[in-house]
Each structure stands twice: as structure tokens, then as C-alpha cells.
Nanobody, 120 residues
Framework: QVQLVESGGGLVQPGGSLRLSCAAS????????LGWYRQAPGKQRELVAA???????NYADFVMGRFTISGDFAKNTVFLQMNSLNPEDTAVYYC??????????????WGQGTQVTVSS
């Protein structure tokens, strides 16, 4: 089974920055998109940002202008640069990979999550 391994989480003060990284343990065939989701205590998991194999990106409104997603599809790797972090960004961040043929609904792989805590 393919595993997605995240790194880069940790504790940071408000206004600080973190860079999250995620890499697949094995090559994913028909990789369509890579992205990041997050889940805060008492809240549902939500999309943070995603990037397709064609290079288009999608960001949640609450991170627009602060976060930047990038990916290397040949290496099955995705990054999330997070700037101007605030306490509301505190959550477990999960790496996501969508794969499958174009004529099918994509399937998903998920990372185990990395904790991001923003506090003074």
C-alpha cells in the first residue's frame, strides 16, 4: 500500500511561517491531484489547498494570500508554504493524493497527519 509521509509541522508563534512537505512511499499511477486538508478540534476536516497535474490550484478562502501550494507530480511530492499564521490555523494537517483514470471518479490516499500549533 502507498503511504504518504508528512513533515514540517510544529509549534510557531502568531505571524510566523511553516513549510509542510509530503512524499509518497511509492509511485502513484494516474496521479490527478495533490492537496492539503486540515482538521481542528471539534470541527470537520476541510480543504486547505490543492493542485492538479495540469498546474491549476484551488485555495480555501481562509488561506488566500497567506498559503502557497506547489507540487512535483513526477516525484509524487507536494508542499505547503504557510505564512502569517494565526491561532485559528491550529489543526492537524493531512496530505492527500487523488488518482485514477480520467473517466472515473478519483480514489484517494491520505497521510497520517502532522500537527500545526500556532500560539504565543
Amino acid at each position: 500500500q502507498v503511504q504518504l509521509v508528512e513533515s514540517g509541522g510544529g509549534l510557531v508563534q502568531p505571524g510566523g511561517s511553516l513549510r509542510l512537505s509530503c512524499a509518497a512511499s511509492r509511485n502513484i499511477g494516474s496521479l490527478n491531484a495533490l492537496g492539503w486538508y486540515r482538521q481542528a478540534p471539534g470541527k470537520q476536516r476541510e480543504l486547505v489547498a490543492a493542485i492538479t497535474s495540469g498546474g491549476s490550484t484551488n485555495y480555501a478562502d481562509f488561506v488566500m494570500g497567506r498559503f502557497t501550494i506547489s507540487g512535483d507530480f513526477a516525484k509524487n511530492t507536494v508542499f505547503l508554504q504557510m505564512n502569517s499564521l494565526n491561532p485559528e490555523d491550529t489543526a492537524v494537517y493531512y496530505c492527500n493524493a487523488k488518482f485514477g483514470r480520467w473517466y472515473r471518479t478519483p480514489s484517494d490516499y491520505w497521510g497520517q497527519g502532522t500537527q500545526v500549533t500556532v500560539s504565543s
